[in-house]
């Protein structure tokens, strides 16, 4: 057979491969035509990364919304009058009446007074809500930072996939030029040639979709991140032993919300009635028949009574409030402990499937090894080599996979524990 005769063959594939590459540009990289391949930057540290996706979360409004909130309630509490001044005027004669020349004219300030221990609930209100400011800003770095190592630990696994791809795309390429040469001089038949070429196109064909899905990765890293570089993957140091307390940065958030809603509670019960009003005010007036004004000058005191019509609603609104906070609170806490012990349960069992299948590895080489022998040989035919080489590489994209999926597991654990990388 003649290197014509695969012409046709070889022409179909070049123009597969050309329309798949021309259209990889117009789905992945026109929208983003800035975003290339990322590379590896030794000088870029993962807490440094995650600093970064951190700064670009789409939450970040929230928590300077939050923090503005924290800063008027502790205005609020720190304010010399719990609520506004109001000023008052009144003015009143008889033209429309008896006639006789009277005139009054009256100007009044009216100022409420702190109930007793208003201020110190109101300050702990602001206190609480500083606290839970803090505690959200490093929940939602925790949660940035799952993002983080999800990211990037897909990448990883999509970069051995086109390794793994790439390898195969060689092998196939090296066994069809084999046969071919076997072929031209005698030994093999034109099926074993066309059996060759096939898997040499399916070979390629996988490579090409294993870089589709690594480009696909490494959008969402540039996404979640904005940079085109990653930093070293490096295997995380496994967190110890322990079980989520209050301390964890997830329930540290609803646990302040708890603390919240109890002092909300508490300044509730001492705002169920209206702060009383000093009333400060100032009378010129003239009586009927009189030719000069009277000044003077008056004290008020306006005390409002308590009325459970006004205080239940309230009340209920801010038990409900604390209802709400402690159901989410646990919520989250069982939530977090089953997150553990899947994070815990999924890394014993990849440490074990690694141990199968490096010896899964083990034995797949040898038996390739055996039957390029036995083929170079004449001793097998092409189809059993080509079945063993692709029981060969299962086994070696398996080993891969599970080496990265061990080390995503550990990440996953870490990110369940709350440990920040």
Known sequence: MTSNSVFPIRLKLSLLISIFCLSMPLSA???????????????????????????????????????????????????????????NMRHQNDVIGS?????????GLELPVWLPGQRAAREAVAREAQGGLDAGRTSLLLETAGQLRDALWDVAMNVNAVDLAAARVKSAQALEHDVLRRHQAGELAKTDVMLAQSETLQAQTAHLRAQAELKHAEHRYWMLTGLKHTPVFVEEPLAGETRPDDSHPLLAVSARQIALAQEERNLTRVEKRENPQLLLNARHERGAFDTEYDSSIGVAVRIPLSAEVRSAPMLAKAEMGLAQAMSNHEQRRLALLTAMHEAEHNLEVTRSELVIVEEQHRLAQESLRLARKAFELGETDLVHLMRVQAQAYEAERALGNRQIQLKWDIARFNQAAGVLP
Request: overall charge negative.
């Open 29 to 87: 990289g026109a929208e983003e035509g800035e975003l290339e391949r990322l590379q590896i930057d030794t000088a870029l540290t993962l807490g440094g990364v995650l600093l970064t996706a951190f700064e670009r979360n789409p939450q970040q409004p929230l928590l300077q919304a939050g923090s503005v909130d924290a800063e008027a309630r502790a205005r609020h509490a720190l304010a010399a009058l719990p609520g506004a001044p109001a000023i």
């Open 99 to 107: 006639g006789r020349n009277l005139r009054e004219w009256e100007a």
